[in-house]
């Protein structure tokens, strides 16, 4: 079956700090046409930091869209042509004062292919060390660490909803198992 | 550590078909200001379709924001008011013909966390019938049954990057094993 959308024209209608969307004229597979709305974005890294006692390095933010706050791993976005490793690094060094000696590469994570063309890259991090952390000043990130079990227990009982962290860990627990 | 950010202002600053984009002015913890840009999402319904002799029902469609095909799990928008649970029905009926006699609730997904309200239902479905798939004209969808340890095994591979399928697959996998 032919699948393929192709492009008539775009058109840039918000240009925002974070999202700057496009509206597309496109041809569907049957040649009728359509719209298609979307942002793009520079991609992220997220790291699943696991200590030597089998704990991971979690985060408690407040995620405006929820109004509330989320349990999360840290994550971040990548710096305009920046190495997702050096952001995975980079972002758990900033956010949580751990540094890693052994990094383990998990995947690609898409979090909204229908609108977004954002790649999170999944990272398991081992060999710790706590350093200190390094927050901007408007950024307010409490950490803490959950055992791992006890944390694929909370995935699996629905108590881990952001995305990006139920897919990091239920893949490191079948790397790691 | 209080982490609560308040809202000054909201815009709608783009009113798109899918993507209606909100600029809100906000008060951090620390007093000082600063915007946050998201869009507000009816919701959504996964489904992981298992057939009797342990196949899944796979999709492939061409996602535009990646210009590519993607492989992923029967999944979409709730309408108005509808129930997630109706919704993965309809969805899994009309996008590939199956219903199901018994039906898992599996958690909740929030894809983006930084930028959406997003929250997708995540379902696992047994005890499959095949009946009529019903597509709409615009709707390019190639349905497909893969054996559900190499669904696994695709996933653990990066092969797949779906973020929905990615956390589903594997939330599924746990719960049968």
Redesign the interface.
């Known amino acids: 079956?032919?699948?393929?959308?192709k492009q008539i024209s775009t058109q840039r209608?918000?240009d925002?700090?974070?999202?700057k969307?496009n509206?597309?004229q496109?041809e569907?597979?049957?040649k009728?046409t359509?719209?298609?709305?979307?942002?793009?974005h520079p991609g992220a890294s997220c790291v699943v930091a696991l200590t030597d006692d089998n704990k991971v390095v979690i985060e408690?933010?407040?995620?405006?869209?929820?109004h509330s706050?989320?349990t999360?791993l840290p994550a971040g976005k990548l710096d305009k042509g920046e190495d997702p490793l050096v952001a995975a690094k980079r972002e758990l060094k900033e956010e949580t004062g751990y540094t890693a000696k052994r990094w383990t590469y998990?995947?690609?994570?898409?979090?909204?292919?229908?609108?977004?063309?954002?790649?999170?890259r999944l990272y398991l991090a081992q060999d710790l060390t706590l350093e200190e952390q390094h927050l901007d000043?408007?950024e307010?990130?409490?950490v803490e660490l959950i055992d791992f079990q006890e944390l694929v227990n909370m995935?699996?009982?629905?108590k881990i909803?952001?995305?990006?962290s139920?897919?990091a860990i239920?893949?490191a627990?079948?790397?790691i198992s």
Chains 1, 2 share one sequence.
């Open positions: 079956m032919n699948l393929e959308e209608v918000y925002g700090a974070l999202l969307v509206k597309d496109i569907l597979p049957n009728n359509t719209i298609r709305e979307y942002f793009n408690r933010q407040f995620r405006y869209p929820f706050i989320i999360e998990m995947g690609d994570f898409y979090p909204s292919v229908a609108y977004t063309d954002e790649n999170i000043d408007d307010f990130v409490e995935v699996m009982q629905g909803k952001d995305g990006k139920i897919a239920l893949k627990d079948k790397i």
